[in-house]
């Protein structure tokens, strides 16, 4: 199983999971054109998609989902609460499988087994995934205010790990937002904070990790050192080894082995 990503951030985010000849897209917020291109950087063209999953309707994850799944008939998969939210931008002329899920029920696409799992965020009925091949476990948590123990039990173990690092509490508390804004992010239903992923890294069993990767930074209240520096401290390893996830390249393939 390898990973990589189109963009991680508040302007498009994009995931590609590939077991074998299965190649998953979760997410995609980028318009058709810039989409496109970012999958060229990563070796692949839409036709190699075998299906689109979707976290929720915010437009930095769904504005572009529609019009690639349409023009390349990509099957999506969203949850209902995800699916009545999105309907404007659902193509009348709909020429792609749709398929509505329960947050709560695994599936298979292809070579891979998937589990959504429902998060607190503010959002119509917002899960995230984790993906696993019969011997590796990839988990994915990004979107999320605070962490649960479902969310902890999904993600125990986990081969590789993909997981939100928005802000830094003290930038967020003096940087440049409203007041409003500040507390829908730092809010139970907003994003996690760096502190809160290092809090909820270290509650996992992380024996098994070979990589980390930290997503969805703020880029005006994060900054990755401060990433690297949280999560370092967290599982006892270089800051190097910490992978970050740009909104500009997102980052290259990592393989699990």
Same mark, same amino acid.
């Given at each position: 199983?390898?990973?990589?990503?189109?963009?991680?951030?508040?302007?498009?985010?994009?995931?590609?999971?590939?077991?074998?000849?299965?190649?998953? #897209?979760?997410?995609?917020?980028?318009?058709?054109?810039?989409?496109?291109?970012?999958?060229?950087?990563?070796?692949?063209?839409?036709?190699?998609?075998?299906?689109?999953?979707?976290?929720?309707?915010?437009?930095?994850?769904?504005?572009?989902?529609?019009?690639?799944?349409?023009?390349?008939?990509?099957?999506?998969?969203?949850?209902?609460?995800?699916?009545?939210?999105?309907?404007?931008?659902? !193509?009348?002329?709909?020429?792609?499988? #749709?398929?509505?899920?329960?947050?709560?029920?695994?599936?298979?696409?292809?070579?891979?087994?998937?589990? !959504?799992?429902?998060?607190?965020?503010?959002?119509?009925?917002?899960?995230?995934?984790?993906?696993?091949?019969?011997?590796?476990?990839?988990?994915?948590?990004?979107?999320?205010?605070?962490?649960?123990?479902?969310?902890?039990?999904?993600?125990?173990?986990?081969?590789?790990?993909?997981?939100?690092?928005?802000?830094?509490?003290?930038? #967020?508390?003096?940087?440049?937002?409203?007041?409003?804004?500040?507390?829908?992010?730092?809010?139970?239903?907003?994003?996690?904070?760096?502190?809160?992923?290092?809090?909820?890294?270290?509650?996992?069993?992380?024996?098994?990790?070979?990589?980390?990767?930290?997503?969805?930074?703020?880029?005006?209240?994060?900054? !990755?050192?401060?990433?690297?520096?949280?999560?370092?401290?967290?599982?006892?390893?270089?800051?190097?080894?910490?992978?970050?996830?740009?909104?500009?390249?997102?980052?290259?393939?990592?393989?699990?082995?």
């Amino acid at each position: 199983m390898r990973f990589a990503s189109l963009g991680s951030g508040s302007a498009g985010n994009g995931l590609i999971i590939e077991q074998s000849s299965t190649r998953l #897209l979760l997410d995609c917020g980028f318009a058709l054109k810039d989409t496109l291109h970012r999958l060229a950087r990563l070796g692949l063209q839409a036709d190699d998609i075998a299906g689109i999953l979707v976290t929720h309707e915010h437009d930095d994850h769904t504005s572009g989902v529609f019009k690639l799944a349409n023009k390349y008939r990509i099957p999506v998969w969203l949850t209902y609460g995800t699916y009545v939210m999105s309907q404007k931008l659902i !193509p009348k002329d709909q020429g792609f499988e #749709l398929h509505v899920i329960d947050s709560h029920q695994a599936f298979n696409i292809g070579d891979l087994h998937i589990q !959504p799992y429902p998060v607190p965020h503010d959002a119509r009925e917002p899960v995230q995934y984790a993906f696993e091949n019969g011997l590796h476990k990839l988990g994915v948590l990004t979107d999320v205010g605070t962490t649960t123990p479902h969310i902890e039990a999904i993600l125990n173990a986990c081969d590789s790990l993909v997981l939100e690092c928005n802000h830094d509490l003290d930038m #967020l508390r003096n940087g440049p937002y409203i007041r409003s804004l500040k507390q829908r992010v730092g809010g139970r239903l907003g994003h996690l904070d760096n502190e809160s992923a290092a809090s909820l890294l270290g509650k996992l069993d992380n024996r098994k990790l070979q990589h980390i990767v930290a997503a969805h930074l703020s880029e005006k209240n994060n900054q !990755p050192a401060l990433v690297n520096a949280a999560l370092s401290r967290t599982l006892n390893c270089e800051e190097h080894w910490i992978g970050i996830a740009s909104q500009a390249e997102g980052f290259d393939w990592r393989e699990i082995k």
